[in-house]
């Protein structure tokens, strides 16, 4: 348990579909990020939230939408996706001070046919 | 940007300690160097963080030398529960972390 619970655990979506992820910290921190992890690849960092604000959208395409409606709830809406699209989309939350550690939910499988 | 450098991957037998270095070259001042560790199908899990120095705790020890341009990351005695993936972070920004490959250290009895 690190205090950051994602749901779905698991989610299969046809490439017309319209549904969403969710993360939730609580921790008490003010950073929240959404990371994905392909098979065989690093984890990338999609979007960084401080303080319910965008800080970091790594060009990811618009077919992903992040909410943060507080700081500790986390959203990535999907639409329209696409099969490469499929990977474990990781949820982490942390401070925001020098050598803060970030600490990670156990990610929501997504699996578009 | 703080990129760091792994072994893509390592083997190791039961009982053994497992040392795995990480080079991070353009570290800044402020950086802190920490290290993830992660199962298949699941979030990476915190082990360790330091500055400089020497750090441990009840599962690993850092080692950090003066110039801070390398970190490693000692394991002692891993069991096969230790089979994972190792990754060494070096902070960016404060709120900006970007991992690496990572080191995949297989365990075999």
């Known amino acids: 348990e690190t205090g950051v619970t994602q749901t779905p655990r698991h989610l299969v979506m046809g490439m017309t579909n319209k549904k969403s992820l969710k993360c939730e910290q609580h921790l008490g921190h003010n950073a929240m990020y959404w990371y994905k992890q392909s098979a065989k690849k690093p984890l990338e960092l999609m979007f960084v939230y401080s303080l319910e604000e965008r800080v970091e959208n790594n060009s990811v395409p618009s077919r992903f939408s992040p909410e943060c409606p507080n700081s500790s709830h986390l959203f990535l809406h999907l639409h329209t996706l696409q099969p490469e699209d499929s990977a474990l989309y990781l949820c982490a939350s942390s401070r925001e001070h020098a050598g803060n550690t970030i600490y990670f939910g156990e990610g929501s499988w997504l699996t578009v046919v | 940007l703080a990129k760091t450098t792994q072994p893509i991957s390592m083997d190791s037998y039961e009982g053994q300690e497992v040392n795995i270095t990480c080079s991070h070259n353009?570290?800044?001042?402020?950086?802190?160097i920490t290290w993830y560790q992660q199962f298949p199908s699941q979030g990476p899990r915190f082990i360790i963080q330091g500055y400089k120095t020497k750090v441990t705790n009840e599962v690993a020890s850092l080692f950090i030398p003066a110039d801070r341009k390398s970190s490693t990351l000692s394991l002692p005695r891993v069991s096969l529960s230790d089979t994972a993936v190792y990754y060494c972070l070096v902070l960016y920004n404060f709120n900006k972390f970007y991992f690496g490959s990572g080191t995949k250290l297989n365990v075999k009895p």
């Open positions: 353009n570290i800044a001042t402020n950086d802190y």
